[in-house]
Each structure stands twice: as structure tokens, then as C-alpha cells.
């Protein structure tokens, strides 16, 4: 192997792909990255046999070859280096890497050893809107579990109901569905939470589609020069619409800056109590109010102004409150629930394509 | 107690004092920051018993009064306030906190329960310039050990010699030195490097004087409306100055940001050996360059252009290096060395209130 790229490619694709190799794992290689040619291209690669993610850049290939060198240490290396041409060179195990003023060789082991990269030989392709998808995995990842325990609820359910594909995340405390797009396919994946994480990494500022493509094992999701695949998750993911009330007896608008002061304010105080705190909706007074539960430290009331339908409390995890405004755009939210025991829905006002559900605690 | 403070002033005494109130000690009461009026100002103090932290604040004081309340929970419940006017008033041993949004009861514990802050009733006082001792303080502190093995060494020494004022700092792998200003006084002090690293965070960008009033065992801080106590450490400071040498059998000027450079770069794969990289000076090709020791990774060999005395090698703690070369300032700098086993010394090019020594390791 012998080849010429430049180090701001380079930088740029280790930064990509060295963060899912794993140096903590049972199989020593797996803290690797593969550079390998392919034509005039470089790839470089990674996986922790989960997830695997491929960087392809333009090189001056002058002799073809492969080798597999620590991750991290040339990741660390190559960022240092200052931007221009670099030249790698394999001379058996050892990759000389040069440039004007470096001169180093990391030392390598075969990518003969390497475990195969998973592939899709032959699957369904389709496309996503990058930026609608982005956003969309803003909204939704927040909602998923990491508790291995269930493993259905670790993924994220991408699916297709009455010609839109929808994602959805829930772990069984709260839940968080966003419509993406209209499409003829029929589609209904459960691709784990922690990639589609990768992934929004590896999205960028990226504005063009990304090329979807799946079989009954796993996905795979190109975004520019950069393909990412997993494994899907087996199982039957819950039927979590039925949770989503469509009509609401109590709702207030308020805006969501004063929202999410109130609840940071009164979280504070409800340290003690897992972070459960009350809140009001007074019709009279035209105001939510947040009450901590009272405790050792203190307790706390906080208020803001509100649109209310009608009166009524409810009592939620504060944190799940605070990721739920968190996910929100738009300078105004609805707060809407029916019961004190049933599910609290939050919504941009005025927007129907993102729904936050919040199961309320017992108080 | 009642009065009213604004939110900003509040905020930031608090964010100045309760750094030190310390939740993991024997005793509970030190997690706390007291409330004080001493006239209409109102002070918030906290202490770790070695540091005490006072901070003055103006206040409309209605009654007078004291309370402890936990530093963590009333500094992130006041920061979290909006700013504009905060009402205090104490009930009993409850601390009733008032905007018109927020209505908050922090409990607090009797202010007689808190251990007396110390002060210095009869001391020496005299002024030292904020911003030159800031940027010492940069300088030197980096220097400091932490070990409390040897006491002595986890001090900052400031000390008067031929009319001058000295900071000065050694773990005994390294030593530095600086200039602060002319002085008429003659001092001696040993000030705990921690004290002085909570000092330099509450210099800020001040650019008055700091009054400085000491006896010997306490000295005290006071920096606009904040004052800083501590201990100070007994023990007779290493006579430092014998360790510097005043002439070098080779000198290399170089680049400051290139020496960094092709130190970062060469500490990378220096992991196995501790950090150590040895430096070639040589005239000829008038390149300063750096070479990790071969490893099980690889090895490395970065170079630089500079003005060579001499030639000549030594072999460094890349870690120390860089610590060295992130306090000094200015484009170029100088490295100056007699023998492979002699101490190095690093300066700015042209500047000569400023030293920074490190001991060279067995190549």
C-alpha cells in the first residue's frame, strides 16, 4: 500500500468511523480501524460487530494494499498533524506515515485478521430527507431505553402507516413519535437507539437524502461518502398509539422559554423525591404553577402565565419534563392530559407532527 | 432577617463563595454558605476550614439576621432565577426566597453552628498588582505539587529578594519562577497552591490592587468586594535558585506554536514510556526535532526550524513540556540546557521575568 491524501480528508473520516472502534472489548482488533484501498479510493473503517461505519476519500493510490492500525492512536496522530498532503506507506506490519516535518510508523496488524464487515447483498432501497430525518432523531432518541433488560424498547421503531413513515421511541415512561415524510413504501424496522445515534453524528450539515437500504438482518444508511449499517432488533414493537388520547379535558399554552424555567426552578427542590413535581392549571389566575413536593431542603412554587381550558393537576418526573420542552421547537407548547393517572401529551402548538407523551407519577 | 438584593449580585457572590463549601466532609454544615447582614451589606461566606471565601454584597437591609443554607441548592436556585430583584426573609430557621414568579422556602441551620471564619486581627498589610499576579499565577502554579507527602512543595512560594517580588512554584520534576514587581517590603510566605488556584478564579478581570494582609499563620486576600483566607503552610522553602543555571552550553530559539506542535504530536506515541521524547538540537540543518522512544506502537520523529547554539540532546516528559509551553507567552521561545543530565530551562525569547525549569529524565 502506498497512496497520497490529504489530512484534512483523513482527520475528517477517523473522526467519523474511530469513535465505534472499541478498545474495552474481549476481541484486541475491534480497537482498530481498517484502511483498505478500493480503486482510487481510501476506506477506512470500524465496528464493534454492532455497528460497523465506512469512510470512503479520494487518494493518489500509487500500490493497493490494507492494513488495520489503533484507532485512537492514529486518530490522535493524524489531528495534530497540520493541513497538505500525507503520504502512507506499508512496509510489511508497519505503516510509515510523512509528511514535511513528520516521520512516523505506527505499527499494524494484517486487516486479514479483521472480523468481515457486514454487508447487504440484497435489499429494499429507499430514501430519507437528511435534514428531516435529523430532526426527527432529535425529537425521538430522547424517549428510548437503555435498559437492555427489554430489548425491543432499546430501538428505534421506524415505520409506515397510512402513507407516512413515522419514528418512534418509547421506554415506557414516556414516548415520542415524529412524522417524516409521505411514501408509497411499506416499511417497519426496529434499528437500535444507540446507532441511530451514530448516525445523527455522522448527519452533519449533510442536506441531501440519505439512501436507505434494509433486509430482514439489518440496515444499512448511506450519507455521502459515509455508510453506516446495524443489525435490526427481533420482536414485536408495542403498540404504543393506543397511549396517545386524542381528546384532552384540561390544555394550556404557554410559551416554552417560562415553561422550562419554571421546571429547572422547581426540579431543584425535588432532588429528594426523584424528581416528581405538581403542576396546577388554574382557569381563575390564568397561570401554571409548579410545586415541588416539600422535603428536607425546602419546596418551591413557581408560575407563569398560560392559556388554560379548563383546571387541573398532574404530577410528573421533572427530567422527563425538562428532555420533553427540550425536544420542542416553536415559542409556544401545549401541555394537554385528561386524568391525574392518565398519559400527558406535549406539543408545539399549532404543530401536529411531533407528539411527547409523559405517564404521569402517582402524587 | 429581611431584605432585598438583585439576582445578579446574588448569583455571582454565591458562584464565587460556594465553590468551597465542601458536601463530602466530616462536617455537614461546611455544605453550607452563610447568610449574614453586617450593616446594609450582606456577606455570603463559605469555608473548607484551610480556605474561607466572604463575599460583600449591596442590600436593602429591612431586619437584620443570619442563616446557613446548602451552598449547592441556593447557588443553582438563584442562578436559575431571572434577573431583577430577590426578596430573603427568614422565618424561624426557614429562608422564604421571593420573586414574582417564584415562591421558594430553602431550611436552613443556625448561623451559630457554623465554625468561626478565621480573621486576622493584627497583620501585616500591602498591595499587589491584580493583573501581574494573575498572569503569574498562570505561570507558576502549574508547578505546584499535589502531593501531600512533602507540604513544602503544594505551596506557592511569594517571596521578596534584592527589592523584588517572587512567586515561585517546584513538585521537584519541575520549577517555576516570576517576577511580580519592585518592592520595598520584605516577605515570606508559603500560601497553599489550591488557595491560589481558588484566587486566580476570583481575579476575574480585575485590574485594581489586592490587598494582601498577613501574620504568621494566616493570610488574607481581599480582591474588590471578596475576600479570600488561608492557612499558611510551615515549613522552610528549598532554596529553588540553585537549581537554575545562568549560562547553557546550547540554546535552540524556535517557534512557540511549532514546538507545541511537534510536541503534542510526539507525546502520542511516547504512552508507553511515561511520556519521555528526546530533543535534537542541530545546527546544521538548524532543525530542533523530537523523537519518541520506539514502542509497541510505533515511533515518531517531529521536526522544527530554529536558531541553533549547539549541538546537543536531552530527553523530557512530553506532559511537563507542554505544561511548560502553554505558560509561556510570545511568538518565539527559547530552550537552554548544559548536559543530557542537567536541568533545562525554558523562557520566552527577549523576556526575562520569567523561568520555567525542568529536570531532564535518564535516556
Known amino acids: 500500500m502506498k497512496l497520497q491524501v490529504t489530512q484534512e480528508n483523513l482527520s475528517k473520516a477517523l473522526g467519523n468511523v474511530a469513535r465505534v472502534a472499541n478498545t474495552r472489548g474481549t476481541l484486541p482488533i475491534l480497537a482498530n480501524v481498517v484502511l483498505r484501498t478500493v480503486g482510487t479510493r481510501l476506506t477506512i473503517a470500524a465496528t464493534n460487530l454492532d455497528i460497523a461505519i465506512t469512510h470512503y476519500i479520494g487518494s493518489k493510490v500509487a500500490e493497493e494494499g490494507s492494513i488495520t492500525v489503533p484507532a485512537r492512536l492514529m486518530q490522535d496522530f493524524v489531528s495534530s498533524l497540520p493541513s497538505g498532503v500525507i503520504e502512507l506507506k506499508l512496509d510489511d506490519y508497519k505503516l510509515h506515515i510523512t509528511t514535511d516535518q513528520y516521520n512516523s510508523v505506527i505499527n499494524g496488524i494484517s486487516a486479514d485478521e479483521f472480523p468481515v464487515m457486514p454487508a447487504i447483498t440484497d435489499g429494499?432501497?429507499?430514501?430519507?430527507?437528511?435534514?428531516?430525518?435529523k430532526k426527527g432523531l432529535q425529537?425521538?432518541?430522547?424517549?428510548?431505553?437503555?435498559?437492555?433488560?427489554?430489548?425491543?424498547?432499546t430501538g428505534l421503531?421506524?415505520?409506515?402507516?397510512?402513507?407516512?413513515?413515522?419514528?418512534?421511541?418509547?421506554?415506557?415512561?414516556?414516548?415520542?413519535?415524529?412524522?417524516?415524510?409521505?411514501?408509497?413504501?411499506?416499511?417497519?424496522?426496529?434499528?437500535?437507539?444507540?446507532?441511530m445515534q451514530e448516525l445523527l453524528r455522522l448527519l452533519g450539515d449533510q442536506d441531501t437524502d440519505i439512501e436507505v437500504t434494509h433486509d430482514d438482518q439489518q440496515v444499512l444508511f448511506k450519507v455521502g461518502e459515509v455508510e453506516l449499517v446495524t443489525r435490526l432488533i427481533e420482536g414485536k414493537y408495542p403498540d404504543y398509539r393506543k397511549l396517545v388520547p386524542s381528546e384532552f379535558a384540561t390544555t394550556a399554552t404557554l410559551k416554552r422559554a417560562d415553561f422550562v424555567n419554571i421546571t429547572k426552578v422547581s426540579s431543584l427542590f425535588a432532588r429528594e423525591s426523584a424528581g416528581s413535581v405538581t403542576i396546577h392549571l388554574d382557569p381563575e389566575t390564568k397561570q401554571v404553577s409548579i410545586r415541588s413536593i416539600a422535603s428536607q431542603l425546602g419546596e418551591n412554587t413557581a408560575s407563569a402565565d398560560a392559556v388554560i381550558t379548563n383546571e387541573g393537576d398532574i404530577t410528573l418526573n421533572s427530567r422527563y419534563l425538562l428532555d420533553a420542552l427540550g425536544t420542542l421547537g416553536g415559542a409556544d407548547v401545549d401541555i394537554c392530559f385528561n386524568g391525574k393517572l392518565e398519559p400527558c401529551v406535549l406539543r408545539e402548538t399549532k404543530a401536529s407532527d411531533y407528539t411527547h407523551v409523559i405517564m404521569p407519577l402517582k402524587s
Do not use: C
Not at 429494499?124 to 430525518?133: E, V
Not at 421503531?157 to 412524522?179: F, W
Open 124 to 133: 429494499t432501497s429507499w430514501t430519507l430527507p437528511a435534514k428531516a430525518f
Open 139 to 153: 425529537q425521538v432518541l430522547v424517549a428510548a431505553s437503555s435498559d437492555e433488560a427489554r430489548p425491543v424498547l
Open 157 to 195: 421503531y421506524i415505520h409506515t402507516e397510512g402513507g407516512k413513515l413515522y419514528i418512534a421511541a418509547t421506554d415506557s415512561y414516556r414516548l415520542a413519535e415524529k412524522e417524516i415524510m409521505a411514501t408509497k413504501e411499506e416499511i417497519n424496522l426496529l434499528v437500535p437507539a444507540n446507532a
